[in-house]
């Protein structure tokens, strides 16, 4: 069974802080594919990243940047310089990726962000 | 391109009531879900389908139905309505992508369901 922990319930910055979301996830399979959604307080659902388990680059897009490091089973997601819109419930989720499966995403519980201006 | 539609976006109804929330997608894409979110939690799969007149459970289907008879839209139904069945509905698609990888999930903007 797959499962996809976030430990962090719920962490306050001050504007202009680094911080660190954490994601650790369960798979017995070998293909698979890790995402990061952002659920603003309007409700939403806006994808940030999809990454494939062949795939341990870390990657950047502008001050958003993710960690994946297999030996961990973690996939932490890193924002710099944090701005008060960054302010949402960010999901961590994983998807099985070979066969004919559903590609269902399994969801963490989410950690909620604030940034403090 | 409208992306993923639901209706209504909030509802409120009695225990045993029945309601149909509906979902539509412009995006010609083959994979449809529903998923719930509880406070606080992630987000559980209700149903899925592949393609038009395929569909399968997920984790939580109890007390939910659905169809899909064309590709663009995937109803879910709630028979009997119960008070655990509050919650927010989302509905997503996706296209399977390059090499059998799945795409991103396109997310509706959501249904707030009530039932007292």
């Known amino acids: 069974a797959q499962k996809v922990t976030q430990a962090q319930t719920e962490i306050s910055v001050v504007e202009k802080e680094d911080v660190t979301l954490d994601c650790v996830y369960e798979?017995?399979?070998?293909?698979?594919?890790l995402f990061w959604y952002k659920q603003p307080p309007s409700g939403e659902l806006v994808f940030l990243i999809r990454r494939n388990s062949f795939d341990e680059q870390n990657e950047i897009s502008g001050r958003y940047s993710w960690n994946f490091q297999k030996s961990t089973s973690s996939f932490n997601f890193t924002i710099t310089a944090s701005q008060v819109v960054d302010s949402a419930v960010y999901f961590c989720?994983?998807?099985?990726?070979?066969?004919?499966?559903?590609?269902?995403?399994?969801f963490g519980k989410g950690t909620k962000l604030s940034v403090i201006p | 391109n409208a992306g993923v539609t639901q209706t209504p976006k909030f509802r409120i109804l009695k225990i045993g009531q029945s309601m149909t929330l509906q979902c539509t997608q412009d995006m010609n894409h083959n994979y449809m879900y529903w998923y719930r979110q509880d406070p606080g939690m992630g987000l559980k799969l209700i149903y899925y389908s592949v393609g038009a007149g395929i569909t399968d459970k997920g984790e939580v289907p109890n007390g939910y139905n659905v169809s899909r008879s064309t590709t663009e839209d995937f109803p879910l139904r709630l028979e009997l309505a119960a008070p655990s069945q509050t919650s927010v509905y989302f509905c997503a698609s996706s296209l399977l992508g390059t090499g059998g990888a799945p795409d991103e999930q396109y997310f509706g903007p959501g249904t707030r369901l009530t039932v007292t």
């Open positions: 798979t017995r399979d070998t293909t698979y594919y």
């Open positions: 989720a994983l998807s099985e990726g070979s066969g004919a499966g559903s590609y269902q995403l399994t």
